[in-house]
């Protein structure tokens, strides 16, 4: 089972991230902003790395999926069309002695209590206590949307509310037709986003884990509904039927072996930048736990510090969403599919009336109307149909902080006084033994690390190291992030990389003048070795460009 490391506390990460530059409050000058970080010049490069990662992963290294880059205000009504004006809420209380405020599904839980839910309301268990006070005098829980509101131009008033979107998603589903007018893609096909959302969370906590402002990398794959498979196929291939997810996808896939595909697909990402496969969970929701759209979704978890938590959503939503929007802008959403028309014209009359009456049969034993079922089926036989959709929605803010607690070790390495000692695994916050001192070191995959390579002058007051240094750093440059330091002892230098997570150093010294040749130094293993500079770049190309991932094969 899956543990989260305890012994790494969110304050030891979050003070090392503010040191070495990852992450800053926001607006600390002014007292910050609860639930709004700003990245540093080593946190937005590693976060940058990630999205160029996962964009490179789902749209360069794909047929079948397409960008897309849209704005963050968006008209009104497709947050009414999508759910989330009347339902995107989380239920609140407040304690009417210290005048805190919580969300009460958390607070129950942290109590290990359930909160109640009656119709579309909320009401507390009986025991619940202020978290901060300890008072019992807490008001009922109510439900509070969490979309940040704005207005559009110089009026304030309901006509020009708008809202920053909660998520990425919705814009995808509202250019889908455009996007399939324009880029020659026809069902199944995915379109990817990725940029900002806004939570206006009760809580925000856990360092940038829940944050008020943060990215999100969306997928929605639009997949053929089942029925449209079995006229096109003659048959759907299902769980069951043991498919291989690892290979090309088949025509014949329905939504089951898609949502699984996806979740393999999204495991295998996250372990190639880095996260150990024992360090993720693939959280199965339960019936209870699904929106009443959904079929089936499956959280991607990590085991933080501070509890296994998601990264990651994949859910099969069905055709809702783009029936949604077409109910609710009065544009349809169908796809015209070729092959579907062409497979139903082969049917006669008594085989479409024997379809249309297993799929009515069908649709009427999972509660659905059979009437919708004939509508549903004439369409088909037109080739007509609303696309279905399997969504993978990670968060880069949530995969950065996995990132971090992952790579963040400490080490007792030997003071080089001390014969015969080894280093060990050290314990954040303690102090080493006699003989050794504490190293700490950010184990990125050299993929994402936000620096590569470090290159250093032993000494800064000897122009020609000086200039030897400069021209090999002028010439890393160009083809990877490289760091210059000529301050300080090399010791001191060397930890100040590994804090950084940088996989390697290259000092020039005195036989880099005479021999042409530089130290290599690994940020792991902290071994040396002499290479001849007119080697550097085939050697370092070996070790950071490194087909690390699946999608590189
Ligand atoms: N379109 C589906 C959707 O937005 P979600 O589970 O609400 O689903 C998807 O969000 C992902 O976005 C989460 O798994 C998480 O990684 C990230 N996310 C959501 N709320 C967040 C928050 N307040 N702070 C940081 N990341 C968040």
Partial sequence: MTTPDKKLSLETLASLCKRRGFIYPSSEIYGGLNGFWDYGPLGSELKRNLKDIWWASMTRFRDDVVGLDATIIMHPAIWKASGHADGFADPMVDCKACKKRFRADQLCEEQGKVLGKEGSGFSL???????????????????????????????????????????????????????LDTCRQSVPFGVAQMGKSFRNEINPRNYTFRSREFEQMELEFFIRPDEAVELIHGRVITLADNPDLAGEPQPAWGWEVWHKYWVAQRIAWYQAVGLPAASLVEYWQGHEELAHYARACVDIQYAFPFGIQELEGIAARSDFD??????????????????????????DAPARDAFTATVAARWEAAGKSAEAARVFCLKLFEGRYIPHVIEPSAGSDRLVLAILCNAYVEEWVPDGKTEGAVTMPGEPGKQPPKGYEARTVLRFSPRIAPLKIAVFPLLKNKPELVAKARSIYNTLRKRWMCFWDETGAIGRRYRRQDEAGTPFCITVDFDTLTADTVTLRNRDSMKQVRIPVSQLVQELEQRLDQPTLPLDA
Avoid: W
């Fill in 125 to 179: 268990p009986a025991g619940v206590t202020c978290s901060a006070c300890g008072s019992k005098d807490l008001t009922e829980p109510r439900a509070f949307n969490l979309m940040f509101k704005s207005f559009v131009g110089p009026v304030e008033d309901a006509s020009s509310t708008v809202f920053l979107r909660p998520e990425t998603a919705q814009a995808i589903f509202t250019q889908f037709k455009n996007i």
């Fill in 322 to 347: 783009l029936s949604q929007h077409q109910t609710h802008s009065g544009k349809s959403q169908e796809v015209f599919d070729e092959p579907l028309k062409l497979a139903a014209a082969k049917l």
